[in-house]
């Protein structure tokens, strides 16, 4: 009998350990690419503060070059949380293994509860052109290949437009006299500004006051960090169909304990500390439930461009 309590009691010892080791010391938070690395690390320094003392970890940022180290770092485990995850980016992710990630909600706008934003297409406001016919045979900007408003919506509204190549260069049947991918969001802004393209794709909301860069979106974020008569210099000449907000995401093989912890903490962070949040999402949102029933649209469209792609 002595032995058996004994056991029990080992084994009762080892159970915790294994427990209180599987709650990790580190977490990473992921941010995607494609707009100002100096802004966005400082955007998500308050994150970092709150993670590091609500969850009694050491949380490291890591601020991707481009979408596609995000999508390789929740595939490979490397990354645990994402904020602002682009949709495009998070159907490469669960068309490869969809039980890869966990979805804690959705972004939803704080002024009218929306749920989605647009791609737009811009240009100099002193140039001549006013529609997408316009730009024929000009120069023209997306941000990266694996996102969703800086690529996959346009170029399919682009190839139902102006058609699809046969040879893949996505100049759309010789439409664009050529086509380059920035690597972001801003650096298409920037691009149409200095004349690198005539015309570029970016995101924004759509709502709100149109000369503050709206409630949310690339605009914004350029305004604050030093041009504050943005509006004034572009025009919007091309609107997307609604895109849904990206997820906030969990990698999905955290300890189930911690995983717990960790959802609740981003739902607290919204709740009490909603300055932090929306700094970090780079536009007025806040958390609503989701699953991934809200971005079918989405992965269909990525299958669909993931297959055109190999064949």
């Not at 490979?76 to 293994?97: H, T």
């Not at 100099?124 to 024929?136: G, I, N, R, V, W």
């Not at 093989?253 to 959802?263: G, H, N, Q, S, Y």
């Amino acid at each position: 009998m002595k032995k058996l309590a004994t056991l029990a009691v080992l084994t009762g010892f080892m159970t915790l350990s294994c427990a209180q080791a599987a709650a990790p010391k580190q977490l990473t938070l992921g941010i995607l690419g494609g707009q100002n690395s100096t802004q966005q690390i400082g955007d998500n320094q308050c994150v970092k503060s709150y993670f590091d003392k609500a969850l009694n970890v050491e949380t490291k940022l890591n601020n991707a070059s481009d979408y596609s180290a995000i999508i390789q770092g929740l595939k490979n485990n490397k990354i645990d949380v994402v904020l602002s995850m682009s949709p495009a980016s998070f159907a490469s992710v669960y068309i490869e293994n969809p039980q890869a990630v966990d979805v804690v909600g959705i972004a939803a706008d704080d002024s009218d509860q929306s749920k989605g934003y647009h791609s737009v297409v811009v240009v100099k406001a002193d140039s001549p052109y006013k529609t997408l016919d316009d730009l024929k045979g000009k120069s023209f900007g997306f941000a990266d290949p694996d996102s969703t408003s800086g690529y996959l919506f346009p170029n399919k509204a682009f190839q139902d437009k102006f058609g699809k190549d046969a040879n893949m260069d996505n100049k759309y049947n010789g439409f664009f006299s050529s086509v380059t991918f920035s690597g972001g969001h801003e650096q298409d802004i920037l691009g149409v500004l200095n004349g690198q393209f005539e015309g570029a794709v970016t995101w924004t909301s759509m709502i709100g006051d149109y000369n503050t860069g709206y409630t949310s979106g690339s605009f914004g974020r350029l305004i604050r960090v030093g041009h504050p008569d943005l509006m004034k210099q572009i025009r919007i000449i091309w609107e997307s169909p609604l895109i849904p907000n990206g997820p906030i995401l969990v990698n999905h093989k955290l300890d189930a304990d911690f995983k717990a912890k960790l959802i609740a903490a981003i739902k607290t962070l919204d709740k009490d500390h909603h300055d932090c949040f929306i700094k970090a999402m780079g536009g007025k949102q806040h958390i609503v439930p989701a699953t991934v029933k809200d971005y079918e649209k989405v992965i269909e469209m990525k299958r669909d461009l993931m297959n055109a792609g190999r064949s």
